[in-house]
Antibody, heavy 120, light 110 residues
């Protein structure tokens, strides 16, 4: 069974960088059939796709976040990570990581999510 | 890219059917057969219910079905059960390795 688990600080100060890691178990992050993605959900709001990464390091970002966003992968640890810079209160959200099919296009496994609050 | 439009709420009595719409554009829903639907219970991560417009992953009951016409996709839940009460989100591939989600619909089982 594929499982994903988000980890990272729950509180980030405004203007700082939000950093999260997703640890994958039950599948290899080098599986060529999948990308690995980040999605967020603002409080009581809908889902917003943040970006994806393929195990060789190629990335695709939501254009609205691209200038502040970096997603990386560590195949030795079976993890991928998110960095979002210059955060504001508008970045307060539950952040999810997910497995993203490349041929069968969907987000088929999700983490439980982690709440990140941007506040001083 | 703008969020796909869903009605905020939908409801039905146990045993009845409810249909949720998801409206996009020719650049997303209308342009690709890569519409998927997700169920989210409070405090939980989303669960894939439908992919490729109308395919069900293993383990998802056949009470859940999907369809698409033009720029609008739909999810139908037949034979409503109490556990179907949740938020539902559609998603579509939007080209150039971009994805867009819907605004979400809260389904209430009366």
């Amino acid at each position: 069974q594929v499982q994903l688990q988000e980890s990272g600080p729950g509180l980030v100060q405004p203007s700082q960088t939000l950093s999260l890691t997703c640890t994958v178990s039950g599948d290899s992050i080098s599986n060529s059939a999948y990308n690995w993605g980040w999605i967020r959900q603002h409080p009581a709001k809908g889902l917003e796709w943040i970006g994806n990464i393929y195990y060789i390091g190629s990335t695709h970002y939501n254009p609205s976040l691209k200038s502040r966003l970096s997603i990386s992968v560590d195949t030795s640890k079976n993890q991928f990570s998110l960095k979002l810079s210059s955060v504001t209160a508008a970045d307060t959200a539950v952040y999810y990581c997910a497995r993203v099919g490349r041929v069968v296009v969907n987000f088929d496994y999700w983490g439980q999510g982690t709440l990140v609050t941007v506040s001083s | 890219q703008s969020a796909l439009t869903q009605p905020p709420s939908a409801s039905g009595s146990p045993g009845q059917s409810v249909t949720i719409s998801c409206t996009g554009t020719s650049n997303d829903v209308g342009g690709y057969n890569y519409v998927s639907w997700y169920q989210q219970h409070p405090g939980k991560g989303p669960k894939l219910m439908i992919y490729d417009v109308n395919k069900r992953p293993s383990g998802v009951p056949d009470r859940f079905s999907g369809s698409k016409s033009g720029n609008t996709a739909s999810l139908t839940v037949s034979g409503l059960q109490a556990d179907d009460e949740a938020d539902y989100y559609c998603s579509s591939y939007a080209g150039s390795n971009n994805y867009v989600f819907g605004t979400g619909t809260k389904v209430t089982v009366l």
